[in-house]
């Protein structure tokens, strides 16, 4: 199955590319944003007074290797300490529920995010740097808020 998956989403970017994935900001920042499937918020918050304030913005579309990269970013940039997890929950991969859950629970000995009910949680990452996220990192549930005022208020 995973090969098939792997096939599927090699297929799915050719036919439908989406090259945004994250833009960097403010260095010195200990926030990033998680916009989830919400392409247009990503770019509306990077093209914003808001990115100022902001270290990286980021979209999460897999419940596997998009937060296999979440770990591995956080991991090797220890100012980060907030992730603000914001706009549309991606149908049928849940990535944001995955991530909350890795948060909360962490892996089991096969590498799956225990009580994800997403279709294919494993990831790659060592469970120290899961450790690390769970315990360094502050996740902020805005799952499906996609109103650019209102997540603007949180982070200035």
Sequence with gaps: MNSLG???????KIILPIPEESYLGNTNSSIAI???????LLKKISNSELF????????????NKGIDSIIKYVNQNKK???IIVCGKEV???KSGHSLFELHKNGIDNHGRIINS??????LTVNKSEI??????????NMINETN?????????
């Excluded at 100022?52 to 419940?63: C, T, Y």
């Design 52 to 63: 100022n304030h902001i270290s990286i913005a980021g979209r999460l579309l897999s419940e």
């Design 34 to 40: 998680c916009t989830l499937s919400s392409i247009d």
């Design 117 to 122: 009910t997403s279709p294919d949680p494993f």
């Design 148 to 156: 650019f005022d209102t997540i603007k208020k949180f982070v200035i």
């Design 131 to 140: 450790n690390y996220f769970q315990n360094e990192i502050n996740l902020v």
């Design 80 to 82: 980060i300490k907030t």
């Design 6 to 12: 792997n096939i599927i989403g090699e297929l799915c």
């Design 91 to 93: 149908s049928g991969h």
